[in-house]
């Protein structure tokens, strides 16, 4: 009896059991569930942001890609950068260079017949007439703006007096520039088998025009109003560039984009040159040669645009900037001598060197070296003396650089400074002091034999006297006895 009661005990303690662990684990199997909902709708979220491309695995769906951080200059992805490819209108950036480099914005420009010849009626217009008149910034902004054909001839025989003599001016200063494949073959693009370029050619165009403040200006505008002409009512541009137009329809739109200039032919594909800042990142972006596709739907996609922002979330993702060197963290000291105070002053960076650096890069590969100009400077010292340098390499390449400089004035002391020359001079001159000591023992052996020779003779003349005294004596005795 008392075993069947304890048996009934037993099962009635497992049932609790069983009741109060069934939510438990009801709860682990939600949480388990959840965690791998979180982890998918991650997944998708970075996806969709491209933060889904990884260094390993990334490349971009185009004939050349290109990816610069243009604070550094340090290019961060390339492909293809320096095989040959045809521009399009990205040739419009050297064009509207040369414009800002050889010409006035207030220039008032007509529009020949000879600019509106030989142009394929079906390309990019902004339906300029011969004859029309309108300012140079005005033709520019009808260039970059919706990329017209005829806005680039004008330019042309504006600034250099005719077409052909423009090219020239544009392969010259292609040239200049450092670039070594590009062979320009009119203004605007257009193809033609001896217009082509390549994507590192077209980063140093571009990055010479950004350095206009106006060119910057002209390549981040999305809506403008050409005001009416001679021949024309107002027009109303809008730029061929998605990347800029935040609308609800256009699933190209990027808010980190800030310009520059789209180009299309069937030769050269879909091609777009832009730049991209995300908090102290300042990226230039270019893709040549991506394809045009239409889906099912019949709607056309243009793989440039999705392309460029794959390029720039690669870039975003994957880097970051590193303070490496800060002016508030002295590196070394530098002794003093014949200070007032301190015998060594410390010395930190003139600036702060931030570097582009991968996310998660090899902290053992980041060196500094630091090279002082002499180990003991002379009381006094500036705060802010140059004293040193600082390199910066990753991997071997020298990455940053930077003066360093005292961080404090140091006095000087004058009776330090006073007892230091006499050594220094001492130091400087020990023979002088051999030499004098010579000549004093030199002095001092002349004179000792002198005065020696003088006790001779006064010991002779002593000895004499005795003698003459001693013979007196004995002559006068003589005299006595006799």
């Known amino acids: 009896m008392k075993k069947s009661r304890l048996l ?11 009741l109060f662990s069934l939510p438990a684990m009801a709860t682990d199997t939600e949480a388990a569930a959840a965690s791998a909902s979180a982890s998918a709708s991650a997944s998708a979220s970075a996806s969709a942001s491209g933060s889904a491309d990884s260094p390993e695995n990334f490349t971009v ?11 550094s200059g340090r290019t961060l992805y390339e492909q293809n950068a320096d095989e040959k490819v045809y521009p399009a209108s990205l040739t419009k950036i050297m064009t509207c260079l040369l414009a800002l480099e050889n010409g006035n914005l207030s220039d008032v420009v007509t529009v020949s017949e000879s600019a509106l010849s030989n142009l394929d009626p079906s390309s990019s217009t902004a ?52 670039c070594t494949g590009t ?66 329809n256009n699933p190209y739109y990027y808010p980190k984009a800030t310009g520059i200039k789209t180009g299309y032919t069937s030769y050269a594909g879909r091609c777009v040159i832009s730049t991209a800042k995300d908090g102290d990142m300042y990226l230039l972006g270019i893709v040549c040669g991506a394809d045009t596709v239409t889906l099912d739907s019949g709607v056309t ?58 996310n998660g890069y090899d902290q053992d590969q980041l060196k500094t070296e630091i090279q002082l100009t002499q180990d003991t400077v002379e009381a006094p010292v500036s705060a802010g003396t140059v004293l040193g340098t600082d390199t910066v390499t990753y991997n071997g390449e020298i990455v940053g650089k930077t003066n360093l400089t005292a961080i404090a004035d140091v006095a000087r002391s004058e009776i330090s400074a006073a007892a230091s020359d006499t050594s220094t001079y001492i130091q400087r001159n020990w023979w002088k002091w051999v030499v004098l000591v010579i000549v004093l023992l030199v002095v001092a052996f002349i004179v000792f034999l002198v005065m020696l020779e003088m006790r001779r003779k006064k010991r002779r003349r002593q000895r004499l006297e005795q003698r003459r005294r001693a013979l007196q004596e004995h002559s006068r005795d003589s005299g006595e006895e006799s």
């Open 8 to 18: 009934c005990v037993i099962l009635l303690l497992a049932l609790l059991l069983q």
């Open 61 to 71: 769906a185009a004939k050349a890609a290109l990816l610069i951080d243009l604070n």
């Open 127 to 178: 339906n300029l007439k011969a004859g029309e008149q309108m300012t140079l910034e005005n033709i520019l902004y009808c260039m970059m703006v919706v990329s017209a054909n005829e806005a680039c001839d004008v330019v042309a025989e504006h600034i250099a007096g005719s077409i052909p003599a423009f090219v020239e001016m544009m392969n010259a200063r292609a040239a200049e520039l450092g």
């Open 183 to 248: 062979h320009f073959a009119n203004p605007h693009g257009l193809h033609d088998e001896n217009h082509y370029t390549t994507a590192h050619d077209l980063a140093l165009i571009t990055e010479a025009a950004l350095k206009s403040e106006t060119f910057k200006q002209i390549t981040s505008t999305v809506k403008y109003t050409v005001p009416a002409t001679n021949m024309s009512d107002a027009r109303e541009l809008e730029t061929t560039n998605k990347l800029l137009i935040d609308s609800n």
């Open 301 to 358: 996609e243009m793989e440039s645009f999705p392309e460029c922002i794959r390029l720039f979330n690669y870039g975003f993702d994957n880097y970051s900037y590193v303070t490496v060197l800060s002016t508030l963290y002295p590196v070394a000291q530098v002794s003093v001598a014949n200070s007032a105070g301190s015998e060594a002053v410390a010395v930190a960076p003139a600036e702060d060197v931030r570097l582009l650096l991968p």
